[in-house]
T-cell receptor
Framework: AQSVTQPDIHITVSEGASLELRCNYSYGATPYLFWYVQSPGQGLQLLLKYFSGDTLVQGIKGFEAEFKRSQSSFNLRKPSVHWSDAAEYFCAVGSGGYNKLIFGAGTRLAVHP | GAVVSQHPSRVICKSGTSVKIECRSLDFQATTMFWYRQFPKQSLMLMATSNEGSKATYEQGVEKDKFLINHASLTLSTLTVTSAHPEDSSFYIC????????????FGPGTRLTVL
């Protein structure tokens, strides 16, 4: 069965520090992978996606993610975190004929000044 | 572009009543819409997939008769929570797939349902 694992429930970083959020997936075929961000009480905003091609994907707000098939991972990175990046981050894999999204449990990011 | 709206954003109702939530794609046509449920500090769980003009496909464990989904047009899907109870209180989020965008779902801002 398809699944997504985000090992870190909660991460705290200092503003200006680098960030890496981990995501591992289980999927039988070539996965469609996504990272979304959710601010409190709001819907989801797509940060970036991977369908095929270059395994290093650039997204909005200075985020990037790297698809590593050998490790079944799609980790999200940002070189310098801003206080406004504090939010919940969800990794997801697309599954099925209608591309149903299966979400990880999420990682809550806190940013210290 | 690719904006999805939900109405209402918040709703409080009494136990036993029914509540309808609307999901609209404002600037594109969506043959497929999805309804998710999110409990506090948890991930999104897919409830059902809604296809325009046909019956919704519900995920295992989701009661079809309790969560009625209608997708009458390419820009509107509705979720009706029938005979709501406190355990139905949750954050309901819809998403819409654009016809010309094979895999991308665009998410609405969510509806907070509180059943007293």
């Amino acid at each position: 069965a398809q699944s997504v694992t985000q090992p870190d429930i909660h991460i705290t970083v200092s503003e200006g520090a680098s960030l890496e959020l981990r995501c591992n997936y289980s999927y039988g075929a070539t996965p469609y992978l996504f990272w979304y961000v959710q601010s409190p009480g709001q819907g989801l905003q797509l940060l970036l996606k991977y369908f095929s091609g270059d395994t290093l994907v650039q997204g909005i707000k200075g985020f990037e993610a790297e698809f590593k098939r050998s490790q079944s991972s799609f980790n999200l990175r940002k070189p310098s975190v801003h206080w406004s990046d504090a939010a919940e981050y969800f990794c997801a894999v697309g599954s099925g004929g209608y591309n149903k999204l299966i979400f990880g449990a999420g990682t809550r990011l806190a940013v210290h000044p | 572009g690719a904006v999805v709206s939900q109405h209402p954003s918040r709703v409080i109702c009494k136990s036993g009543t029914s509540v309808k939530i609307e999901c609209r794609s404002l600037d594109f046509q969506a043959t497929t819409m999805f309804w998710y449920r999110q409990f506090p500090k948890q991930s999104l769980m897919l409830m059902a997939t809604s296809n325009e003009g046909s019956k919704a496909t519900y995920e295992q464990g989701v009661e079809k008769d309790k969560f009625l989904i209608n997708h009458a047009s390419l820009t509107l899907s509705t979720l009706t929570v029938t005979s709501a109870h406190p355990e139905d209180s949750s954050f309901y989020i819809c998403s819409a797939r654009e016809v010309l965008s094979f895999n991308e779902q665009f998410f609405g801002p969510g509806t907070r349902l509180t059943v007293l």
